[in-house]
């Protein structure tokens, strides 16, 4: 089953606008890590947040995870063209147990 | 998806016949999994590695079976392929400096 689902589904923006987009999840986590897969591609790690922390920054990635609410988001500043992708996140409860939601497809337009 | 490969990448077979799909990494990890990637669902686990030879079921592993010979090679078995066996399959090696999982490129299995 599903630990953390995406919200929403799909997102389509303007390039140069912000994107968000959230993760809920259901357990107690080690960490949250957020994956891009573009199209007929495999996923790609982007940055991880374990359970102690409260925000990151990667680059235009900005990730806060709230763990009294069970949830992350993930926000691009300043998007491009090339950020278009579907966008997972991926909770991890141990080395062997890592659970990945269905996804956030995002567009951005140029 | 540098250092992680899978073969074939597509294949289309029939009910009942066996299938192997293969995943090579040169990264040295020691952890492997098979993922498969169906509309709405996400990633579900099949089957994962923790070292030669040692292997176990994931989330969704009826009807596959897996085997690791050698730290680079994890294979992916369908005993006998089923329509619900289609789907695109993604090989993943752990490791760097996040323990990450890295994926290879996926393979787009058609069962007719």
């Known amino acids: 089953s599903q630990q953390g689902e995406e919200d929403p589904q799909a997102l389509s923006i303007q390039e140069g606008e912000n994107a968000t987009m959230n993760c809920s999840y259901k357990t107690s986590i080690n960490n949250l890590q957020w994956y891009r897969q573009n199209s007929g591609r495999g996923l790609v790690h982007l940055i991880l947040?374990?359970?102690?922390?409260r925000e990151k920054h990667s680059g235009r990635l900005r990730v806060t995870l709230d763990t009294s609410k069970k949830s992350s988001s993930l926000l691009i500043t300043a998007s491009r063209a090339a950020d278009t992708a579907s966008y997972f996140c991926a909770t991890e409860i141990d080395n062997n147990d890592m659970r990945f939601g269905a996804g956030t497809r995002l567009t951005v337009k140029p | 998806d540098a250092g992680i490969t899978q073969s074939p990448r597509h294949k289309v077979t029939e009910t009942g016949t066996p299938v192997t799909l293969r995943c090579h990494q040169t990264?040295?990890?020691?952890?492997m999994y098979w993922y498969r990637q169906d509309p709405g669902h996400g990633l579900r686990l099949i089957h994962y590695?923790?070292?030669?030879?040692?292997?176990d079921k994931g989330e969704v592993s009826d009807g596959y079976s897996v085997s690791r010979s050698k730290t680079e090679d994890f294979l992916l078995t369908l005993e006998s392929a089923t329509s619900s066996q289609t789907s695109v399959y993604f090989c993943?090696?752990?490791?760097?400096?996040?323990?990450?999982?890295?994926f290879g490129p996926g393979t787009r299995l058609t069962v007719l």
């Open positions: 947040i374990r359970s102690n922390e």
């Open positions: 590695s923790y070292g030669v030879k040692d292997t």
């Open positions: 993943a090696s752990r490791g760097g400096a996040h323990n990450e999982q890295f």
């Open positions: 990264e040295n990890h020691r952890y």
